[in-house]
């Protein structure tokens, strides 16, 4: 059983490191990091009955355009931060216990929980499935909430065998992760009822990403006009974006560069939009990897979800200290679209799209004054990585 509990374990662990992915991409062991885990994304994609688990469900370049969206983004942040907060406050109680020789801990939580580390660090797991909403982490999450499960049951029966007549009693009067009176109602107690129960919980967890990635696509900011679909990473910016576009399109190093016969997505953006590199490599600075900032964006990402809200998340400053560009400058990137459906403007949000940047144009949007057009590599900055298509 030790070695069980050991694989357990390790598989537990491994899937905190990918559900950390968005932290470790900003930090210099993103190198090492996709060098043993992006084969893994990139073989996924390939194929059509797994390219879903590479793929994003909720925002996550692009500022959350509604209440839903918005109260999502910020539930992140408070479960992992308070399910953290519990597996170190439980953590700290078990091992005083033993450290004291006061035998098991029974009181605070674990008065009503036999088991609220494991509650606490799913907690935790579901928030990092809401901040990187990878389809595949939201599977691994399952997978992590069974094997805690299983071994709950195996802590249980060495816990029975070793304090028989004490331990049974506890069980009677608590729940395993749930209050028992809440457990007894919505756990079966068979061993057929509780894999019914699991399979139940897989399916609605899973339906309820693909809705809520269905719900975020229809309530992007987006216009749309022939061959061309806008998004707006700032909902604030849509009125602009969809007065000044269409003579964007029309100015001669625009029109240049666009084929009618190609289907585009174009990002509306300020110039110092921080995660533009997950849109295309639009220069080195965008390279996070390669900055020297990355603990301020992890504690801002985590510990500050409102200035996500309202954009703040999405400046980032030149190193003379002045905000890079405001005002009525934007950066608009054009990525060809294709491998898509070609019935609704929409599909090229599609799982099964492929995305190449082709372009970026800086524009004041008043004066339509060109302040820099860029031929772009085929990849983001992240080289072949799979990245949010919001």
Known sequence: MNKSKALFSSAIVLYFIIALEFLIMISPFAGLFYSVFNPLLVAAGNHTATRWLSAF??????????????????????????????????????????????????????????????????????????????????????VMMLLYYLLAVDEERRMLKAY??????????????????????????????????FVLVWALVLGGAFALRAYTVDHLPVW?????????VN????????????????????????KASQRYLVYFLPPNYIMQGLIADTGGEWRLYKQHHTLQMITDWIFHPFGHLTGGGHAMHSASGQAMASGEERRLVFVAISGAPDQQPLDAFAIGAQRSPQFMLDVDVHTLTIRGVKDLPKDTAWANVPTPVF
Request: aromatic fraction near 8%; hydrophobic fraction near 55%; charge should be positive.
């Open 224 to 232: 749309v006009d022939g061959n061309v679909v806008a998004l707006a």
């Open 57 to 142: 469900f909720l925002p996550h370049m692009v500022v959350p355009p509604d209440a839903l969206l918005q109260f999502i983004r910020v539930l992140g942040s408070v479960l992992f931060v308070v399910g953290m907060a519990v597996f170190l406050a439980c953590a700290v109680q078990v091992y005083a216990h033993k450290l004291l020789k006061r035998g098991a801990a029974l009181k605070g939580l674990y008065a009503v929980l036999r088991h609220p580390q494991y509650v606490a660090l799913g907690m935790a797991g579901l928030g990092l499935s809401i901040l990187w909403p990878r389809f595949l982490v939201v599977v691994l999450w399952l």
């Open 235 to 258: 909902p604030d910016d849509a009125l602009m974006m969809e007065h000044r576009l269409p003579d964007i399109l029309g100015l001669p190093e625009v029109q240049a560069r666009v």
């Open 164 to 197: 028989p007549e004490t331990y049974t009693a506890y069980r009677e009067r608590t729940g395993m992760f749930l209050p028992r009176s809440i457990e007894q109602r919505v756990m079966p107690e068979t061993a057929a009822g509780r894999a019914v129960t």
